[in-house]
């Protein structure tokens, strides 16, 4: 089964920074990762498929980058409504995994 | 809009089991495959299972295999867990989700584009 590690754990940032989190994959998986946001007591959210592309009615600071291994989910200036953990996904083989989760703290 | 609807959970004593079902509306119900993902309390998301839209493919995941089936009603409208010979391992949020595939020229990939409340399964004694 391929693996999907995220860094950082959590992660503490001020109103107005750019966040970027990490999320590995133990074997290249293309651009084939989704990107979601789960906000505390919340079902999770779809922000970004294959790698960069950015869901329906998401916010624009949002962004998606990365092939093979490595992609990031990248915060261009972290809002007050951006508070939640992230985890990405991916598919391989019809077995769907997640990253262990960012979570997102203001400073 | 899409509405993902689960019910079905509460507390079940280890070994026993119990039937969740997700309602959806808002969509074609049977042209998509559906998902079921759980998340223990404090923990990640546990992808559990999937089904095709027409019920010809079921895959699950290797914790639940061989106790939980995964089924669909396309005329109603509804997914279903039945969960069988349950653990404490099983306890969590049980959240039904859309799947979505797109097709590259690698083959395809599927992620989850809508997402129920979920569900609160609870196995004690």
């Known amino acids: 089964d391929i693996q999907m590690t995220q860094s950082p754990s959590t992660l503490s940032a001020s109103v107005g920074d750019r966040v970027t989190i990490t999320c590995r994959a133990s074997q290249s998986i293309r651009d084939w990762v989704a990107w979601y946001q789960q906000q505390t007591g919340k079902a999770p959210k779809l922000l970004i498929y294959k790698a960069s592309n950015l869901a329906s009615g998401v916010p624009s600071r949002f962004s998606g980058s990365g092939s093979g291994t490595q992609f990031t989910l990248t915060i261009s200036s972290l809002q007050p409504d951006d508070i939640a953990t992230y985890y990405c996904?991916?598919?391989?083989?019809?077995?769907?995994?997640f990253g262990q989760g960012t979570k997102v703290e203001i400073k | 809009q899409v509405q993902l609807v689960e019910s079905g959970g509460g507390v079940v004593q280890p070994g026993r089991s119990l039937r969740l079902s997700c309602e959806a509306s808002g969509f074609t119900f049977s042209g998509k495959g559906m998902h079921w993902v759980r998340q223990a309390p404090g923990k990640g998301l546990e992808w559990v299972a999937v089904i095709w839209n027409d019920g010809s493919e079921r895959y699950y995941a290797e914790s639940v295999k061989g106790r939980f089936i995964i089924s669909r009603d396309n005329y109603q409208n509804t997914l279903y867990l039945e969960m069988n010979r349950v653990t404490a391992e099983d306890t969590a949020v049980y959240f039904c989700?859309?799947?979505?595939?797109?097709?590259?020229?690698?083959?395809?990939?599927?992620?989850?584009?809508?997402w129920g409340q979920g569900t609160l399964v609870t196995v004690s004694s």
């Open positions: 996904q991916q598919c391989d083989n019809y077995s769907w995994t």
């Open positions: 989700a859309r799947g979505k595939g797109l097709e590259d020229s690698s083959g395809w990939f599927y992620f989850f584009d809508s």
